[in-house]
């Protein structure tokens, strides 16, 4: 293990490191993936994560349960409160964080459930998303083209660790849709029957749509079931996040 004091903004590693926190889609250039703040730390590690690079603050480094998080790393960087607060892409900046590996593209794995993300473009509502997908039993995620980029910091933070326990597939289009092998089913407002009147299937593929146009056509047209989710207090439509929570837990209810 090397650990290493660095004091200048300059220093190549910090360097590239801003280049990666700073780019929501950087990690697929550099092949790496900026984790910040110790929950995020710790589930990672927690899933049997590998992390080359550490870096934490000067007062991080004094508390003993964040010095052992550093210490899983091959590498330790340690820095002052200002250099972090450079590298950081929080208000308060987070006393450790690790680069790490990012898989790379990955193709969906066929015969799992699976969330389909149709176009989401919200960092938070993606987060949100997987945690749920995580939560409710779910072991894949595919983001067509056009969403949010998975790796990036403001969706790993609103992920909250539900990264490191799902597939993540990403890039796709409908057409690669066909490889999951499992029936998609999806929402809609126009839909016959209600969420909790059919006998969904399992596995299959939720699919949520874009904040404003929802799923597209030629991805409904693909779907083995649509379903409407009740609302009785009038509202013309749920928070794409919220209605995957709803629908993902359905799922997990009627199967248990």
Same mark, same amino acid.
């Given at each position: 293990?090397?650990?290493?004091?660095?004091?200048?903004?300059?220093?190549?590693?910090?360097?590239?490191? &801003?280049?990666?926190?700073?780019?929501?889609?950087?990690?697929?250039?550099?092949?790496?993936?900026?984790?910040?703040?110790?929950?995020?730390?710790? !589930?990672? =590690?927690?899933?049997?994560?590998?992390?080359?690079?550490?870096?934490?603050?000067?007062? /991080?480094?004094?508390? *003993? &349960?964040? &010095?052992?998080?550093?210490?899983?790393?091959?590498?330790?960087?340690?820095?002052?409160?200002?250099?972090?607060? /450079?590298?950081?892409? %929080?208000?308060?900046?987070?006393?450790?964080?690790?680069?790490?590996?990012?898989? #790379?593209?990955?193709?969906? &794995?066929?015969?799992?459930?699976?969330?389909? =993300?149709?176009?989401?473009?919200d960092a938070g509502n993606v987060g949100a998303v997987l945690r749920s997908a995580s939560a409710f039993g779910f072991k894949q995620v595919v983001a067509l083209k056009g969403s949010a980029a =998975?790796?990036?910091?403001?969706?790993?933070?609103?992920?909250?660790?539900? *990264?490191?326990?799902?597939?993540? !597939?990403? #890039?796709?289009?409908?057409?690669?849709?066909?490889?999951? #092998?499992?029936?998609?089913?999806?929402?809609?407002?126009?839909?016959?029957?209600? %969420? *909790?009147?059919?006998? =969904?299937?399992?596995?299959?593929?939720?699919?949520?749509?874009?904040?404003?146009?929802?799923?597209?056509?030629?991805?409904?047209?693909?779907?083995? %079931?649509?379903?409407?989710?009740?609302?009785? #207090?009038?509202?013309?439509? %749920?928070?794409?996040? !919220?209605?995957?929570?709803?629908?993902?837990?359905?799922?997990?209810?009627?199967?248990?």
């Open positions: 293990m090397s650990v290493k004091a660095i004091t200048s903004r300059d220093n190549p590693l910090l360097v590239r490191l &801003r280049k990666l926190a700073g780019d929501a889609g950087a990690y697929r250039k550099h092949g790496e993936v900026w984790i910040e703040g110790d929950h995020l730390v710790s !589930a990672f =590690l927690q899933r049997g994560g590998h992390a080359p690079q550490a870096v934490i603050t000067e007062r /991080g480094w004094e508390d *003993h &349960r964040l &010095r052992d998080l550093a210490n899983r790393a091959d590498s330790i960087a340690i820095v002052s409160d200002t250099l972090m607060a /450079g590298l950081s892409t %929080l208000e308060s900046p987070a006393p450790i964080a690790f680069a790490v590996p990012w898989s #790379g593209a990955l193709p969906p &794995r066929p015969g799992l459930p699976t969330v389909v =993300l149709d176009r989401l473009q =998975l790796w990036s910091p403001k969706v790993l933070r609103a992920g909250m660790g539900a *990264h490191f326990a799902l597939h993540l !597939a990403e #890039g796709g289009d409908v057409a690669s849709l066909q490889a999951l #092998g499992v029936p998609l089913v999806a929402t809609s407002s126009h839909a016959t029957h209600a %969420l *909790h009147e059919v006998v =969904l299937p399992w596995p299959c593929a939720w699919v949520m749509g874009h904040e404003g146009q929802g799923v597209s056509d030629a991805l409904l047209a693909q779907c083995a %079931l649509s379903v409407r989710i009740p609302q009785p #207090g009038g509202e013309e439509s %749920l928070n794409v996040a !919220a209605a995957a929570a709803v629908c993902l837990y359905e799922s997990a209810r009627q199967r248990s």
